[in-house]
Antibody, heavy 116, light 107 residues
Framework: QVQLVESGGTLVKPGGSLRLTCAAS????????MHWIRQAPGKGLEWVSF????????YYADSVKGRFTISRDNAKNSLYLQMNNLRDEDTALYYC?????????WGQGTVVTVSS | EIVLTQSPGTLSLSPGERATLSCRAS???????FAWYQQKPGQVPRLVIY???SRATGIPDRFSGSGSGTDFTLTISRLEPEDFAVYFC?????????FGQGTKVEI
């Protein structure tokens, strides 16, 4: 069964770092662009970053550029988001999603809380 | 960056009524890379429409999408109780991918 499972979210202090992981199963992971999307409490969806299947192409929202790094390990069917210099406004539920026909598969999300 | 603006912010309707949700882009969207998602409280967003007008797997035919260029519409022909949710539009034809701010369809 096609599935994405995020992990790694936790409470972290401003300025801290965190790495999120998205474990994929049930499909050929390397064939797909993968994305991170976040949703602050009570707010809408904010696209964060994507990476191409071969990792050649990456792109970031301006709000995270220079602080977040997306990567993937196709041998492990895993997507990552390294988040550095975290700010209060990074507090959100972080989803990973597969792009095929739009974002057709989403994980359940992992919560990142940035607070002192 | 393509900014997507959804209207109205909230749509108050009754079951059986027709819902028309709009999404306007700040510049032309690369066709046909436009989608709509449904999100219910506490749930993961669910793809409803992709490629402007194609229904995702399991989406009933009361949902339809249309539009081109900068103006897109999601129509729910006859609202069922399970359709009351927040709907987000999205363009995925250029980077950064962007979402609209959402339209809440409420009873």
């Amino acid at each position: 069964q096609v599935q994405l499972v995020e992990s790694g979210g936790t409470l972290v202090k401003p300025g801290g770092s965190l790495r999120l992981t998205c474990a994929a199963s049930g499909f050929t992971f390397s064939d797909y662009y993968m994305h991170w999307i976040r949703q602050a409490p009570g707010k809408g969806l904010e696209w964060v970053s994507f990476i191409s299947g071969s990792s050649v192409h990456t792109y970031y929202a301006d709000s995270v550029k220079g602080r977040f790094t997306i990567s993937r390990d196709n041998a492990k069917n895993s997507l990552y988001l390294q988040m550095n210099n975290l700010r209060d406004e990074d507090t959100a539920l972080y989803y990973c999603a597969r792009e095929w026909s739009a974002f057709d598969i989403w994980g359940q999300g992992t919560v990142v809380t940035v607070s002192s | 960056e393509i900014v997507l603006t959804q209207s109205p912010g909230t749509l108050s309707l009754s079951p059986g009524e027709r819902a028309t949700l709009s999404c306007r882009a700040s510049q032309a969207v690369n066709s046909p890379y436009f989608a709509w998602y449904q999100q219910k409280p506490g749930q993961v967003p669910r793809l409803v429409i992709y490629g402007v007008s194609s229904r995702a797997t399991g989406i009933p035919d009361r949902f339809s999408g249309s539009g081109s260029g900068t103006d897109f519409t999601l129509t729910i022909s006859r609202l069922e109780p399970e359709d009351f949710a927040v709907y987000f539009c999205q363009q995925y034809g250029s980077s950064p991918r962007t979402f609209g701010q959402g339209t809440k369809v409420e009873i």
